[in-house]
């Protein structure tokens, strides 16, 4: 290659790997929340008690006004300083409904929490009624995708997984002669498919995974050597999956999302230096169950009781295959047909690794800032 080539293929590589990098350092995390609903009934009057748990950067995007500062950070002060727009910008927007009337929402604390969450508290005041529906409009001001999982307690205790159009759900009251609560199979199937969907959109704003994967199949190989590479990523990231979501092994996402990001840096480095990718599922497994381990953080945000992990974790194993191979069948057609072009190899492969490489030294750095 020559001069102006090698220029050239940098100048590209460079521009490829900062629309891969503006796509966000923390480039897996969906927007994820957590509500429980406590229905707590005394005579005429009821209250749902509310507690939700957002990421704190979520809020601020909602809220610009909560980062006062503008220093990239919420802090405590700031959170007690917005504490009425927190009551009207996120309570506000969450409708309790008693036998149709409206309940009157309170909030009762807001605090920073472990890590980047913050966490918001409430209680709405309601008239006596056998069952109480709860319509999560906020979802509509969240990020595209957001997911929020809701626990309601009342006679019975039910998870729903609820996104932008299905922001609705019911919480009987625990008197005894409430609404009967959904059944069983039809509430596991629910929360199945959210769980099965929480997958997909994982994988398919998971840009760190899907740049990996990129990298793995830019080699020259056979299509039964590449499902060979495929299929090593999917076993090693279900084991380690499966062993943070059932509490096992957990490590830190300070550890966990640098490492990632190296994961594809090397991949990048190493696609100039070998030229056979009939091999690459010796590197990929162990590199797959890193990755495992950062799929695992979404599951992990939601509070499942330890029966119900199996399932929620089988289901959003699933979608994240499912997404998976969706993204494979798009890419792997277009790479075949372009290594059919002269240009391509090396001089194609070479640009597109270099700036597979500079995204995950972009992301390293970032995440070790960032702290994870």
Not at 314 to 326: D, K, M, P, T, Y
Request: proline share 3%; glycine share 10%.
């Amino acid at each position: 290659m020559g001069n102006r080539s090698v220029v050239a293929a940098l100048g590209v590589a460079a521009m490829v790997a900062a629309s891969l990098v503006s796509l966000r350092a923390e480039a897996h995390t969906i927007g994820l929340s957590t509500g429980e609903y406590t229905v707590k009934a005394s005579g005429e009057r009821a209250a749902v008690q509310v507690k939700l748990a957002f990421a704190r950067a979520e809020v601020a995007s909602m809220l610009p006004g909560l980062d006062a500062n503008r220093d990239g950070h919420v802090s405590a002060l700031e959170v007690d300083d917005k504490k009425r727009d927190l009551e009207s910008k996120v309570l506000g927007r969450i409708e309790v409904r008693a036998a149709g009337a409206k309940c009157t929402p309170a909030l009762t604390s807001a605090a920073l929490t472990e890590q980047d969450g913050l966490a918001v508290d409430g209680t709405f005041d309601c008239a006596s009624a056998p069952s109480f529906e709860v319509d999560v409009a906020l979802l509509d001001d969240l990020s595209h995708g957001h997911r929020h999982v809701a626990r309601g307690i009342g006679a019975t205790t039910h998870d729903e997984v609820l996104y932008k159009g299905h922001a609705t759900f019911t919480v009987a009251a625990p008197d005894g002669v409430a609404a009967p609560a959904p059944a069983a199979s039809s509430a596991h199937a629910s929360s199945a498919w959210g769980f099965f969907k929480m997958g997909i959109e994982h994988i398919l704003t998971g840009y760190d995974h899907l740049v990996f994967l990129l990298g793995l199949i830019l080699l020259r190989a056979r299509v039964r050597q590449l499902l060979g590479v495929v299929t090593a990523f999917t076993v090693a990231h279900s084991i380690t999956l499966g062993i943070a979501a059932l509490g096992v092994f957990t490590p830190s996402p300070k550890f966990v999302e640098p490492a990632i990001a190296l994961s594809i840096a090397y991949v990048g480095i190493e696609n100039f230096f070998v030229k056979d990718g009939s091999k690459r599922w010796r590197i990929t497994f162990p590199f797959g169950l890193i990755h495992g381990f950062g799929f695992a953080g979404a599951l992990q945000e939601v509070s499942l009781s330890r029966a119900e992990v199996p399932a929620a974790l089988v289901s959003f194993n699933l979608g994240v295959e499912a997404g998976q191979l969706f993204v494979l069948a798009l890419v792997l057609p277009m790479v075949f047909l372009v290594r059919q072009q002269e240009w391509f190899e090396p001089r194609g492969v070479r640009v597109l690794s270099a700036a597979i490489a500079a995204a995950g030294a972009f992301w390293f750095v970032a995440r070790i800032v960032s702290g994870g």
